[in-house]
């Protein structure tokens, strides 16, 4: 086993994050509640219910005073956040944890994600294989790092697409049409190597959906012209894509410390979740519903969202040091912000060799070496 060396401040605390934890993936589920595993259709419906009143009334003020220039920046930013609530919901269905009825969770994820044109089951399936392979280094899906090779091989307009702030929160359309770096395939093509032959009619069920919904859009844009419908629709989308790719960057990298990656080995499930982070959103922890308690949702994805907080307070004590606690900083959280660009300017690559492996930075490209 060979590893990077740890950070200055793992060694003030005399604590690595990648040594093989004291407890079992089964001890952290013992303490967790057994409430906290039931799926409740219609609350998890009221929460769609919610969201869904909440964008037609957003929608509905910004058609009456469309005149108004101040009230675009304000609708933008309201609405592109719904759209990720309304993903947040469809990634449940996606886990599963919306209800146990499998039709329920297919016909509402494939509402709710066709609206903000994410193909339900494409996704489904390549996030299914992001939590079974969370922390590895080849085999994770999200965000997964590059290895020291495969970062010297691409191209100067790749490397600031990924790593100049904001490109890497516009990240996510491309990444549904051929993944990321490294890795080959499309969310809607049901003959790439991302799926079984078993799942490709999912597939070309989920882009149909998908392909249906551009096609509503086309047409709208011809009822209440392109004009408006770019302010009502794509600026939102774009919110939303920014939302998903901010917060699902920020819990898969580091947090006060850097966090290790796996292979072969040394890689665990268990392991592998505990390189999660959980973040705290401020206003937006019931807005987003609390998708930032990251930690327990990718060890135990079956649990509802709206049972994580509990569940992650039962599980601390088990945890221990394995725990990272949020920073909590007012109703506003922009000290996400100082982190998620500290991340992207330092966190390039991962060794070729190593089972154990931490971010490094190319010196090359910030100009001078990151402390």
Known sequence: MTASSPTK??????????????????DIRAAIPDHCWIKNPYRSLSYVLRDILVILSLTFIAVVFKTSLWLWPVYWVAQGTM??????????????????????????????????????????ISHRTHHQNHGHVENDESWVPLSEKTYTALDAPTKLLRFKVPLPLFAYPLYLWKRSPGKSGSHFNPYSDMFAPNERRYIVTSTLCWTLMVANLIYL??????????????????????????VTYLHHHGHEQKLPWYRGKEWSYLRGGLTTVDRDYGIFNNINHDIGTH?????????????????TNAAKPVLGK?????????????HLIDNLV???????YVSDAGDIVYYQTDYRMVGKKVE
């Open 342 to 348: 500290r991340s992207i300017k330092q966190d390039h």
């Open 83 to 124: 759209f990720w609530a309304v993903f947040v919901l469809g990634h449940d269905c996606g886990h599963g944890s919306f209800s146990d009825n499998p039709n329920l969770n297919s016909i509402m994820g494939h509402i709710l994600h066709s609206s903000i044109l994410v193909p339900f089951h494409g996704w489904r």
């Open 322 to 334: 394995y725990y990272r606690e949020p920073k909590k900083s007012g109703p506003i959280p922009l």
């Open 9 to 26: 401040q793992q060694d003030t605390n005399h604590f690595d994050p990648s040594a093989p934890p004291p407890f079992k993936v089964a």
């Open 295 to 311: 930690v327990i949702h990718h060890l135990f994805p079956q649990i509802p969202h709206y049972r994580l907080v509990e569940a």
């Open 221 to 246: 844009s011809t009822v209440i012209g392109p004009t408006l419908l770019f302010k009502l629709y794509i600026v939102p989308y774009l919110i939303f894509v920014m939302w998903l790719d901010f």
